[in-house]
């Protein structure tokens, strides 16, 4: 727990000194002039640098720096690698043992039909991960939460005989979850002997929502009465793949809050749409911190950018400036500089919401512009403000804004780090032996670290 304590001071240590950055809207780069708050040796070496040099600041922990950047960035570069939590997950489990319906010619599709790469990436690594739990700490049952139409579930069912409930709050998806262990049943009855699906276990799925005051107590009620258990004589675990914002911090506190729940495996993301005093002071609980530690400790709090770029990709973003692909990386400057001819015009508009526009080669701002603005009170702007000299000069210096932007993923682990320290030491506050790893793959899943927790 000290050392969680020291990581957690020297972190927000170092995101105070470069709060700046974080809290720095590429959105607004033209408008606030961003460039200008970067120190001047860096601007004058990031100007004289091919782009591709870039990708140097993005490596993870098992690299050195390839290239000399001034020294308060190497030095920079040196403390994140230490303070932030590695981001390369394990080519292998350990003591997992894979699921071999998975590999099943007649059947893996079952598991899998429609499922896109990043999702069946994802639920094969938990799933394994979640069986190695219930074997290591056994209970009666596992609860799911966000189970949508129960993917991770089924490998855990069918492929590893483990009972679970899954709890999604959307009726629909519960129904189509239903039909599909239906399908499989009926052809796992077709291609394997009886021997080999009598561990086969049907997921319950119950529809309910779980807010962020729910009470441990009305919770086991519930389950109780939907799984029909006379007492309160049973153990579950409690996994959860990706619950967004608040539903992370919400599933500690009922594992925290019900004797019966033994242990908990979960992957969060969308930090920035977690709760924090600031933004939310009339709440009593927030999403961020959980902590005792960090909740009486002036100066922890982070801001919305700062959680917001913490979601993002930095090993596509590190391919992307590796390959090459500069033409993908422009986008940022054509929304940078759309949102200075906003504001300039409606001066109260900042920050409005326009279309996704996909970049394709030679897209000229003209074209971008009208995409993004269709459908909005844009689309009346007079063509001739888009060609201004201001314009013409913010669009020649989009390479300013490609670095500025990996200036802020390079920082991006380490808010990230921050948050997932909290919710390791607010565990490890109520007596829980708590260890947290990367999962996933990060290019395929940005936000892959797993929290898992048991108690005594």
């Known amino acids: 727990m000290l050392f969680t304590k020291e990581k957690l001071d020297q972190s927000l240590g170092l995101l105070k000194k470069y709060e700046w950055l974080l809290d720095s809207y590429v959105l607004d780069f033209f408008l606030d002039d961003h460039w200008s708050k970067l120190p001047e040796n860096w601007q004058q070496h990031l100007e004289n640098i091919p782009l591709d040099n870039l990708e140097d600041l993005l490596q993870n922990e098992d690299h050195d720096m390839q290239l000399n950047w001034p020294l308060d960035l190497m030095d920079l570069w040196h403390e994140l690698r230490k303070l932030c939590i590695g981001r390369a997950p394990k080519k292998q489990i350990e003591n997992s043992v894979p699921c071999p319906l998975l590999g099943h010619p007649k059947l893996k599709h079952m598991f899998l039909k429609r499922v896109k790469p990043k999702k069946q990436h994802e639920v094969r690594r938990m799933a394994e991960i979640c069986a190695l739990s219930h074997r290591q700490t056994p209970v009666d049952f596992v609860l799911d939460f966000g189970a949508g139409v129960g993917h991770l579930a089924r490998i855990l069912g069918y492929g590893y005989g483990v009972q679970v409930c899954c709890l999604e709050m959307q009726p629909d998806l519960n129904q189509q979850a239903g039909e599909i262990d239906l399908k499989l049943e009926s052809m796992a009855a077709k291609h394997l002997s009886q021997s080999e699906t009598r561990h086969f276990r049907r997921p319950l799925h119950l529809t309910q ?161 009208q995409k993004a603005v269709q459908g909005t009170r844009f689309e009346a702007l ?70 898992m927790a048991v108690k005594p």
């Open 209 to 369: 929502r779980l807010e962020s005051n729910t009470q441990p107590a009305d919770f086991l009620s519930s389950i109780r009465e939907a799984l029909q258990l006379e007492d309160d004589k049973f153990r579950f675990g409690i996994i959860g793949l990706h619950p967004c914002g608040n539903l992370g911090p919400t599933l500690m506190r009922i594992f925290l809050g019900c004797p019966q729940a033994m242990f908990l495996n979960f992957v969060g993301c969308c930090y920035q749409k977690m709760t924090t005093q600031p933004t939310h002071p009339r709440e009593p609980l927030h999403g961020y911190p959980l902590s005792i530690f960090l909740k009486d400790k002036p100066g922890c709090q982070l801001s919305y950018e700062a959680r917001e770029i913490s979601c993002h990709a930095m090993e596509v973003y590190s391919d992307r400036l590796r390959a090459g692909d500069y033409e993908h990386l422009r986008i940022h400057s054509l929304r940078a500089a759309a949102e200075r001819i906003i504001v300039q015009q409606f001066p109260d508009l900042r920050h409005c919401a326009l279309r996704n526009v996909r970049h394709s080669p030679g897209m000229t701002f003209h074209q971008y512009f």
């Open 382 to 451: 007079d063509s001739r403000v888009l060609s201004d000299k201001q314009t013409e000069t913010d669009l020649a210096n989009w390479q300013r804004i490609v670095s500025f932007y990996t200036l802020r993923l390079m920082m991006a682990p380490l808010v990230e780090s921050i948050i997932l320290h909290d919710r390791c030491l607010f565990l490890m506050e109520n007596g829980c032996q708590v260890q947290i790893e990367a999962l996933f793959d990060p290019r395929l899943s940005p936000r892959n670290h797993i929290t």
